[in-house]
T-cell receptor, first 110, second 113 residues
Framework: GQSLEQPSEVTAVEGAIVQINCTYQTSGFYGLSWYQQHDGGAPTFLSYNALDGLEETGRFSSFLSRSDSYGYLLLQELQMKDSASYFCAVYGGATNKLIFGTGTLLAVQP | DAGVIQSPRHEVTEMGQEVTLRCKPISGHNSLFWYRQTMMRGLELLIYFNNNVPIDDSGMPEDRFSAKMPNASFSTLKIQPSEPRDSAVYFC???????????FGQGTRLTVV
């Protein structure tokens, strides 16, 4: 089977940096994605890592270590609008299906 | 493109009734996913289609749930009979064959009373 573990909640202040970790177990791993979901909204894509290393997109960066089955999302210069749930997701299994983690609720405080 | 379109946005039904949720994927996308989201269970993958063919339905909870994709531009998720524990937000998502980004619809909030 497949499973992904994330912290349930993280709190940080505006302007700070926060890291959201994700560990996964899956067969047939293809890549690790991150999605953002605001309350009442749909998940939206943030990043994808297929290879080890850091991918940077503006204020957001995502890291993957395939050997450790571990990744993280790094959010810099936090803004109030970054308050949302963040999900890691893997393409994996025999059918390359997209499975989501439990989600991390990020609260950004002034 | 208008994105992934789901209907209805909200559905309230009585226990025992049949419910049909609809999804129109983005044109040109050949993979389609149905997810269910609840506080307790998070985002669960129910079924995954590729080129209109169900590839993985291991997440479909029980025989009361069925999904079809008769053509590349339309999919349905049916619950018959519905039960209160089916209350959730149901999302449809699509992506291109070689793509890494899944595009989600706005979801259908289902309440079974």
């Amino acid at each position: 089977g497949q499973s992904l573990e994330q912290p349930s909640e993280v709190t940080a202040v505006e302007g700070a940096i926060v890291q959201i970790n994700c560990t996964y177990q899956t067969s047939g791993f293809y890549g690790l994605s991150w999605y953002q979901q605001h309350d009442g909204g749909a998940p939206t894509f943030l990043s994808y890592n297929a290879l080890d290393g850091l991918e940077e997109t503006g204020r957001f960066s995502s890291f993957l270590s395939r050997s450790d089955s571990y990744g993280y999302l790094l959010l810099q210069e936090l803004q109030m609008k970054d308050s949302a749930s963040y999900f890691c997701a893997v393409y994996g299994g025999a059918t390359n299906k997209l499975i989501f983690g439990t989600g991390t609720l990020l609260a950004v405080q002034p | 493109d208008a994105g992934v379109i789901q209907s209805p946005r909200h559905e309230v039904t009585e226990m025992g009734q049949e419910v049909t949720l609809r999804c129109k994927p983005i044109s040109g996308h050949n993979s389609l996913f149905w997810y269910r989201q609840t506080m307790m269970r998070g985002l669960e993958l129910l079924i995954y289609f590729n080129n209109n063919v169900p590839i993985d339905d291991s997440g479909m909870p029980e025989d009361r749930f069925s999904a079809k994709m008769p053509n590349a531009s339309f999919s349905t998720l049916k619950i018959q009979p519905s039960e209160p524990r089916d209350s959730a937000v149901y999302f449809c998502a699509s992506r291109t064959g070689g793509g890494t980004e899944a595009f989600f619809g706005q979801g259908t909030r289902l309440t079974v009373v």
